[in-house]
């Protein structure tokens, strides 16, 4: 199974991004075989509104069945949960730590957005 990790940069090292949305990319890690890709959000940086729902739709879209950030907005849960990707909040530093997390158990899939939109 994939997972993405909100990011700030292209490494394991990179901060985890506190903005699901607005992310700069997704790190989609493979669990099977402990290799990753970068997934670009680039598009949403800038965007007027929208951003939860692309960025929802580009992890969808790279096949992750599940997605790890600080927050999530009411849209951008919406469209994960209708692509069954399941999400995971967290607040760990690097995006090794998040992945160790999910990994380890220590995450619980959350059941609702745990932001409002246009935070």
């Known amino acids: 199974m994939k997972i993405a990790v909100a990011s700030s940069g292209k490494t394991l090292d990179a901060l ?10 997704f ?11 970068v ?5 949403n940086l800038n965007a007027a509104q929208g951003a939860g ?3 929802a739709q580009n992890v969808a879209e ?10 999530f907005g009411p849209k951008a ?5 209708a692509a069954g990707v399941k ?5 760990v530093v690097t995006v090794q ?5 999910y990994k380890s158990g220590k995450l619980t899939e959350s059941v609702a957005a745990n932001v409002e939109g246009h935070w």
């Open 27 to 37: 790190i989609v890690y493979d669990l099977e075989n402990d290799t990753f890709t």
């Open 77 to 81: 849960f919406s469209v994960l949960k």
């Open 39 to 43: 997934a670009d959000n680039l598009q």
């Open 62 to 71: 790279t096949g992750a069945g599940a997605v790890i950030a600080p927050s």
């Open 87 to 91: 999400a995971f909040i967290s607040s």
């Open 97 to 101: 730590d998040a992945i160790e997390e």
């Open 16 to 25: 985890v991004d506190g903005r699901f949305g607005r992310a700069s990319g």
């Open 53 to 55: 729902i692309q960025a």
